[in-house]
C-alpha cells in the first residue's frame, strides 16, 4: 500500500514561491512543474526511499528527490512521506535552511 504524504508549512510556502514565479513569466511552466511535483509525490509514496540521503541538510535521515531544476526534501517512513522543503538546485543548501525542524 502507497504512504501518505504530507507537506510541512514552509514546503507549502516553497510550492507558492515557485508557482508565483514562473506563472509572472510564463502560466505553462507554473501548471507543468506544478504537476511534476505532484507526479514525484505520487513516486515517492509509491518508493519512499528512492531519493539518496542528503546529509547536507544536518540530518541523518532526511532524503531528496531531484526534479531538474528543483530538489524536493523530504523525511520517509513506510506509511508517510512528509515533505520539508522544495527548493531550486542552484540554492546553497547546509544544515541552517532545515534547523527550524530540528529544534
Do not use: W
Not at 518508493?47 to 528527490?65: D, K, V
Not at 513506510?78 to 543548501?93: E, G, P, T
Amino acid at each position: 500500500m502507497p504512504a501518505e504524504f504530507a507537506f510541512t508549512a514552509q514546503a507549502r510556502e516553497d510550492i507558492r514561491d515557485i508557482f508565483e514565479f514562473l506563472l509572472a513569466e510564463n502560466p505553462r511552466a507554473a501548471d507543468a512543474v506544478l504537476t511534476r511535483f505532484d507526479v514525484a509525490v505520487e513516486r515517492l509514496c509509491d518508493h519512499p526511499h528512492i531519493g539518496p540521503l542528503a546529509p547536507e541538510t544536518g540530518s541523518s535521515s532526511l532524503r531528496r528527490l531531484s526534479i531538474h531544476p528543483y530538489v524536493i526534501y523530504y523525511s520517509a517512513s513506510d506509511d508517510l512521506i512528509r515533505i520539508m522543503r522544495i527548493l531550486h538546485a542552484a540554492r546553497s543548501v547546509d544544515s541552517t535552511v532545515f534547523e527550524a525542524f530540528f529544534k
